[in-house]
């Protein structure tokens, strides 16, 4: 008996998907509530379980196709149709490798099965266990159920570790080989529907917000020092590691309340006044960067802050997020210091007003009482739509923020 396996029921508002991966091949067993497909939607990506134990029947979409809530996706034989499964999927699979170029000596063959087990590889894995000659099952997986991701292959790459095997037979004549050369190939892919959406929404920040940028520095001393003499203890306490982002969120919050039009945004021609602050943070995740949302932020603790964080990590790397953890928000911090970055002007996330811009920390002379001392700085950057919020209102924000950071005694005062 063929089990059909439909689009469930992605969130509210959200009525379509793309087919973004294969999890199983026609012929291959599956257990109950197993993840058979990953879908990707405007936001995350969810996997679909598999509704009874069995084997792999006919796929009914394609890789990159649409498909609505309710749509059929494959079907799955339960027990005695089993046996008849691989015999089904022997003709296309056949069919498909008669059409496949054959693997030249010049390029590696990568595929799904690979000595040593069988590996699941997304097209963009595939695609760059191709082309740096890799051998997929010769790197450490670290996505869900071990799969591999673009930060594994790129580590092993960076390494040097997995290389394939020689593909250039010993009895290949030299004068076969292809005259080394510059490159000059080229590669489309589709973009993927959260990259669409990304693209979609800071197209329509930039042109529906007047959007501005303010600048500031602020003097990290205070709390790396803070930081490096409780960090031991916090971390033995709450089981967590004290990081930046739990100052930066708790100055932000107690900003906001001063400042509640940086909390606000535009609906028609009303202003909504939010007094509460969800703050959206800019996680990376292997589909790209997601924006997961730390609700009432400002009734938690720095602990219970970084505890948020370091969940929304986890799930990210493991690609469990799910729509809930991205709904909603009401005001932006984006860490673009831990990829290196010195200075940036941060876009706006409609429907929200403000986006707080964090960088690097790097030693820099500055003058204090008088005399030129280095201190480790980091730049701040807050972007915000005018049409709402006044230079005074963002200006004051920001120094605001700096000077909670400069003295952490702030924070605890509320001052």
Avoid at 56 to 79: F, S
Avoid at 154 to 165: L, R
Wanted: hydrophobic share 45%.
């Amino acid at each position: 008996m063929a089990t059909e396996v439909k689009v469930p029921t992605l969130g509210e508002s959200v009525t379509e998907a793309t087919v973004g991966q294969w999890l199983k091949k026609p012929g291959e067993a599956v257990k109950a509530d197993e993840p058979i497909v990953s879908l990707e939607t405007d936001k995350v990506a969810v996997d679909v379980p598999s509704p009874v134990a069995g084997v792999m029947g006919d796929l009914v979409a394609k890789e990159g196709d649409t498909v609505e809530v309710g749509a059929l996706l494959a079907y799955v034989n339960e027990g005695g149709a089993a046996a008849a499964a691989p015999a089904a999927a022997a003709a296309p699979a056949a069919k498909a490798e008669a059409a496949a170029p054959a693997p030249t000596a010049s390029a590696p063959a990568a595929s799904d099965d690979e000595e040593g087990g069988s590996l699941t590889l997304s097209p963009a894995v595939r695609r760059l266990v191709l082309e740096h000659g890799l051998d997929p099952s010769k790197i450490k997986g670290t996505g869900k159920d071990g799969r591999l991701t673009k930060d594994d292959v790129m580590a092993a790459v960076a390494a040097g570790t997995a290389k394939a095997a020689a593909a250039t037979p010993a009895s290949a004549p030299a004068a076969d080989a292809p005259a080394a050369g510059p490159s000059r190939k080229q590669e489309r892919v589709k973009m993927t529907r959260l990259r669409q959406t990304v693209a979609k929404r800071l197209k329509e920040a930039q042109n529906n917000a007047a959007l501005l940028t303010t600048y500031n520095d602020v003097d990290m001393t205070n709390v790396i020092e803070a930081r490096a003499k409780y960090k031991d203890l916090f971390e033995k306490k709450h089981g967590v590691r004290l990081g930046f982002m739990g100052f930066f969120t708790k100055a932000v919050c107690m900003a906001l309340k001063d400042i509640p039009g940086v909390n606000a945004q535009i609906e028609g021609d009303e202003i909504v006044y939010n007094d509460f602050a969800d703050i959206s943070v800019a996680v990376s995740a292997p589909t790209g960067l997601v924006v997961p949302v730390i609700r009432n932020a400002e009734s938690l603790s720095v602990a219970a802050i970084e505890k948020t964080i370091g969940g929304f990590g986890k799930k990210a790397k493991e690609g469990k997020l799910t729509m809930e953890d991205m709904k909603g928000g009401t005001f932006t911090i984006s860490n673009g210091g831990v990829f290196g970055s010195l200075l940036s002007s941060p876009i706006i996330n409609p429907p929200q007003s403000a986006v707080l811009g964090l960088h690097r920390i790097e030693d820099r002379p500055v003058v204090r009482n008088g005399q030129i001392v280095i201190r480790p700085m980091m730049y701040l950057a807050l972007s915000y739509d005018h049409r709402l919020i006044d230079g005074r209102e963002a200006v004051t924000f920001l120094v605001a923020v700096k000077n909670a950071i400069e003295d952490p005694t702030r924070l605890l005062i509320d001052l």
